[in-house]
């Protein structure tokens, strides 16, 4: 199989769209990595008295660059179906699962690139918020982020091997990917919701003579669900890997313990629990794609 992944690479490297591909992933990481010093540097001193130091990272980078990625392993895998390559190494005596993995191994590396890529200029600009992570906390956060680049990398490799059309196979893995980016920005309130169906608020109005008073308004809570409508919205935030970038990006700490409440240390309780949840989530779904892609394939009719 070492052979196959070696062909593989070679593919990847010759591929003229591999230099495009790490070059905007490069150029997005600067992009994100000036963000990320701007939002902690317009008002360094505010920002470093707070009692929670939260995530300058945006989410929004990340779509962009993983985007880049898949586009990248699907078209250099459907690549191998349009050129008959797929057929010429299961001719010579390859099995199909040997092909299967060195495709996947393949997708890992490039997946590994082109995070580096993107999370290097990252890294830079926001080292003042990652330096003061603990380590076991940035080591968590940072191999979030890898798996979410692993999870659509795997994803895209897969969904291409099984379409076996190059254009298709393009067209496919953007399309999901950005069914479920859209979804489950436009589902995030819904989730996060708490409020009740009615909200009831104080509002305080100025009367023509002059003064103030205040009376008791209703107003229906847009973000309101309850029942199977609820219970969808909660699915979709749990098996959507966008959910788990996007608790990567606002992960928050406690940056002075002696200021925090005891609620505060709560929350920081159940911040840490939900990154580890979440890479173990990741890792889960990583796994699901290549065993269910795996058998899938064997299953595939290649002629």
């Known amino acids: 199989m070492l052979r196959l992944i070696k062909a ?10 591999l230099i495009v591909a790490f070059l905007c992933s490069l150029v997005l990481g600067i992009i994100h990595g000036v963000n990320e010093w701007r939002f902690i540097h317009q ?7 707070y009692v929670w130091l939260v995530s300058p990272m945006s989410d929004i980078w990340f779509k962009c660059s993983i985007w880049v990625l898949i586009v990248l392993v699907s078209l250099e895998i459907g690549k191998e ?3 008959g390559t797929i057929r010429n190494k299961l001719y010579i005596g390859h099995t199909r699962m040997s092909i299967y993995l060195s495709e996947m191994i393949s997708c890992l590396i490039m997946v590994l690139i082109s995070y580096l890529m993107f999370m290097i200029p990252t890294l830079i600009g926001g080292r003042y918020f990652f330096s003061e992570l603990s380590t076991v906390a940035c080591m968590c956060l940072l191999g979030e982020l890898l798996l979410f680049f692993a999870v659509w990398g795997i994803f895209s490799a897969v969904l291409s091997m099984l379409i076996t ?5 393009v067209v496919a893995v953007f399309s999901v990917m ?3 980016a859209v979804i489950n920005a436009n589902l995030r309130s819904y989730y996060y919701n708490t409020d009740p169906a009615e909200i009831t608020s104080t509002v305080v109005e100025i009367s023509e003579d002059g003064k103030p008073y205040s009376f008791e308004e209703t107003e229906k809570n847009t973000w309101y669900l309850d029942g199977i409508p609820k219970a969808l919205v909660n699915i979709e935030h749990e098996v959507d890997p966008f959910s788990r970038s996007y608790n990567a990006c606002n992960y928050a700490y406690i940056h002075y313990p002696e200021k925090a409440e005891s609620a505060e240390f709560e929350m920081q309780a159940q911040i840490n629990r939900q990154l580890k949840e979440d890479v173990l989530i990741l890792i889960l779904t990583i796994v699901i794609f290549i065993v269910g892609g795996s058998f899938l394939f064997q299953k595939k009719d290649l002629k």
């Open 8 to 17: 593989s690479l070679i593919r990847y490297l010759k591929s003229p769209f």
């Open 43 to 49: 008002d360094l001193e505010s920002y470093n008295t």
């Open 81 to 83: 179906f349009s050129e």
């Open 165 to 169: 059309n190059r254009a298709v196979g």
């Open 178 to 180: 950005l069914f479920f």
